[in-house]
């Protein structure tokens, strides 16, 4: 044999033995397990839809149909309001930009931007030093004619003491010449009978002369201290003219000088200081800004379509981002002319300011035109059905108006029973809402029991059953 016909193994290929082919399997075999997986898989199926849909309905056609629990309530009665709220602005009853009455130099700022002050509270200084010398001067001058009054009214009493001794000196020569004449008289007639020579009755007759030339002298000096006396006290009233000057000099110069420190004319808030210690200010200047926000007067635009209702009093309510009420105030001032720019009449009310607002803050406000009693019910007792709203009361069914109960959803039938509480389904109209209420205008009373919840499950003349009396299970 060739060595070419050999393989590795030292075998001609004729010499390898042939195995036997393997035995063949049946073909039902490889569809066992799947089958016994699908047979798993609907009968799981089945006994899953048995348990959770046939055996329940089974169940319920055995059982008797109950009535469907519900919430009721009556209706609130409640005070509804007939309001339009707008967009208003705050301004302030007191706001004042501070400027001076004198010029100076700003010596001294007391306050700061934002601090609260009150009335008559100083504000800022300025540089008074020459005011102050100048009332200082005025008060030396004042003094110089208070001293010179003095000074003349001692005058004038040093010239009434003398006019008194003149006056006595008067009434004694008045004195000698009437005794003189007296004399002179006696010695007359005693010449005429002879008793007396004509020399003793010259004698006299000068004598009386003598006397009655002393009255005459002391009238002139009467006169003569008279008039001193009147030019003493015109003097004296000269002098008090001159003192009531310097006094409302000095008051004058007082007054200016207090200029000079700034006060608060009411209590407020500081706003922002523009000016710093060593300016020079004028009464032009503008020093700061104080404004009162102890009370603020809201201004509203009401349309003119509701002009006419506009009077004082009618109460006005500062809302808050959330629509709650902040304050109440009420209308204390109707424009008597229209806006020609927005055709709308200015309405203004006060309020005291409770949370802190500030002027120039614009806010919400409702304008109360009327108030009424009516019933309100929430709106999610509320059914709208072919462009119509209704409500849902409970009522027995011997007044409700149905000949019997509805079926129910789940089948079965109630038996009529005249004390059975039934759905009846009332039209209503509604008005205002109210948060999550809305007003009733007509279709209910008071002493209706509503159904306040659930309303999608329920139709007209269905039995239904308290949810407070139900047990829970």
């Keep these: 044999m060739n060595g070419e016909n050999l393989d590795r193994t030292g075998l ?50 055995q059982m008797k149909p109950q009535p469907t629990p519900v919430p ?24 004042i930009t501070l400027q001076p009455r004198v010029s100076g130099q700003i010596s001294e700022i007391y306050v700061r931007s934002g601090q609260q002050v009150s009335a008559g509270q100083a504000i800022l200084q300025i540089d008074n030093r020459e005011q102050r010398a100048q009332v200082a001067s005025r008060q030396s001058a004042s003094q110089t004619a208070e001293a010179e009054i003095d000074s003349a009214q001692a005058d004038v009493e040093n010239a009434r003491q003398t006019l008194e001794s003149l006056q006595a000196r008067k009434a004694t020569a008045e004195s000698n010449a009437r005794l003189s004449q007296k004399e002179y008289d006696r010695f007359v007639t005693l010449q005429r009978q002879g008793a007396t020579s004509q020399q003793v009755v010259e004698q006299r007759r000068n004598a009386l002369e003598t006397a009655q030339a002393a009255v005459r002298e002391a009238d002139a000096d009467l006169n003569a201290q008279r008039s001193t006396i009147a030019r003493s006290e015109a003097t004296v009233e000269r002098n008090r003219r001159a003192f009531e000057q310097s006094q409302a000099n000095v008051a004058e110069g007082q007054a200016q000088l207090q200029d000079y420190t700034v006060t608060a004319p009411f209590a407020g808030t500081v706003g922002e200081i523009p000016i710093k210690v060593g300016d020079t200010v004028s009464p032009t200047s503008e020093l700061l800004n104080i404004t009162q926000n102890q009370q603020l007067e809201v201004q509203i635009q009401v349309p003119l379509e509701r002009s006419n209702a506009l009077r004082l009093g009618l109460p006005v309510k500062l ?51 009327s108030k009424r009693s009516g019933v309100l019910v929430p709106t999610s007792a509320i059914s709208r059905l072919g462009g119509r709203d209704f409500i849902f009361v409970a009522a027995p069914l011997s007044a409700s108006g149905c000949s019997e109960p509805a079926a129910p959803q789940g089948g079965g039938k109630f038996e009529a029973n005249p004390d059975m509480l039934v759905a009846v389904q009332k039209p209503i109209k509604l008005g205002r809402i109210i948060g999550n209420e809305q007003e009733v205008v007509e279709g209910l009373s008071a002493n209706d029991r509503m159904i306040t919840a659930g309303i999608l499950q329920l139709q007209n003349c269905a039995a239904i059953a308290d949810a407070a009396q139900v047990p829970a299970n």
């Design 319 to 369: 809302l808050d981002d959330q629509s709650k009420e902040v304050q109440t105030g009420r209308v204390s001032f109707v424009a008597p002319n229209v806006d020609p720019a927005t055709q709308s009449v200015q309405v203004k009310a006060v309020f005291e300011n409770v949370r802190n607002l500030r002027a120039s803050q614009f806010v919400r406000a409702r304008i109360v035109w």
């Design 72 to 95: 009721l309530a009556n209706p609130k009665t409640s005070i509804i309001e007939d309001t339009s709220d707008y967009a208003a602005s705050l301004d302030s009853r007191q706001s």
């Design 12 to 61: 001609a290929p004729t010499d390898i033995p042939v195995s036997a082919p393997p035995p063949r399997r049946p073909r039902w075999r490889k569809f066992l397990v799947p089958g016994l997986i699908g047979l798993a898989v609907v009968g799981g199926l089945g006994w899953t839809v048995f348990n959770r849909v046939i055996l329940p309905l089974m169940i319920v056609s």
